[in-house]
C-alpha cells in the first residue's frame, strides 16, 4: 500500500514554543492531506482538510492561528503548532487521499506531542 | 447528527472468534472502513464495503447492510496481536470520515 510518513514521532517542548509536524506521501501525490488529534482512549477529531495550492479547510472549534497548516506540494503538509501549551498535548495523525481518487486514507506513524 | 456506535470494549479468547458491530446514522453514506489501532500508533486500514453484503479478507471480514445503517467486523482464529483498537468510519455526503470511538478487543490466552 501507499506509504505516508510522519515526522518527528514524538517531541517535548516547552510552553511558548512552536512545533512543526511533517506529513509526507513517499510513493505518490496526495492531493488532499488530513490532519487529525486524538486524546487518550478517544477516537480521532478531524482538525481540518488541507489541499495543494491552497488555504486548509478547519474544522468548527479548531484555531487556525494556532494550527498553522502548510501543504505546499503534492507531498509534503505540515502542521505547526504555535505558541504551545499544556492542554496542547496529544496524539496527532495526518493522512493523506491519493490523486486518483483512492478511497482509502492512508496514515503517518503519528506524532506524540507533550508540551512541559 | 452524524453518530457512529460501537461497543466500547470486548474480550475474546485466543484461537476464537469476535464480532464488532458497529451503526451509524449519517448524511449521506459513500462508504464504511474500518482500521486497526495499537496503542499509540497510528490506525491501519483494514477493510472497506461500500455495497451491501460481506468482503472476506483473510481472517478478516466485513459486512455491511445500508438499509439497517450496520456493520460488523468480525475476526477469526484470534490472535494475541489482535489486541488493539478497531475504529468503524463512514464517509458522509461530503466524502468526510466521521469517525466511530473505537472498541477495545482484548484478547485472553
Known amino acids: 500500500g501507499a506509504v505516508v510518513s510522519q515526522h518527528p514521532s514524538r517531541v517535548i517542548c516547552k510552553s511558548g514554543t512552536s512545533v512543526k509536524i511533517e506529513c509526507r506521501s513517499l510513493?505518490?501525490?496526495?492531493?488532499?492531506m488530513f490532519w487529525y488529534r486524538q486524546f487518550p482512549k478517544q477516537s480521532l477529531m478531524l482538525m481540518a482538510t488541507s489541499n495543494e495550492g491552497s488555504k486548509a479547510t478547519y474544522e468548527q472549534g479548531v484555531e487556525k492561528d494556532k494550527f498553522l497548516i502548510n501543504h505546499a506540494s503534492l507531498t509534503l503538509s505540515t502542521l505547526t503548532v504555535t505558541s504551545a501549551h499544556p492542554e496542547d498535548s496529544s496524539f496527532y495523525i495526518c493522512?493523506?487521499?491519493?490523486?486518483?481518487?483512492?478511497?482509502?486514507?492512508?496514515f503517518g506513524q503519528g506524532t506524540r506531542l507533550t508540551v512541559v | 447528527g452524524q453518530n457512529i456506535d460501537q461497543p466500547t470494549e470486548m474480550t475474546a479468547t485466543e484461537g476464537a472468534i469476535v464480532q464488532i458491530n458497529c451503526t451509524y446514522q449519517?448524511?449521506?453514506?459513500?462508504?464504511l472502513f474500518w482500521y486497526q489501532q495499537h496503542a499509540g500508533e497510528a490506525p491501519t486500514f483494514l477493510s472497506y464495503n461500500v455495497l451491501d453484503g460481506l468482503e472476506e479478507k483473510g481472517r478478516f471480514s466485513s459486512f455491511l447492510s445500508r438499509s439497517k445503517g450496520y456493520s460488523y467486523l468480525l475476526l477469526k482464529e484470534l490472535q494475541m496481536k489482535d489486541s488493539a483498537s478497531y475504529l468503524c468510519a463512514v464517509k458522509d455526503s461530503n466524502y468526510q470520515l466521521i469517525w466511530g470511538a473505537g472498541t477495545k478487543l482484548i484478547i485472553k490466552p
Open positions: 449519517t448524511s449521506g453514506f459513500n462508504g
Open positions: 493522512s493523506a487521499k491519493n490523486s486518483k481518487g483512492e478511497t482509502e486514507a492512508f
Open positions: 510513493d505518490f501525490q496526495a492531493t488532499t
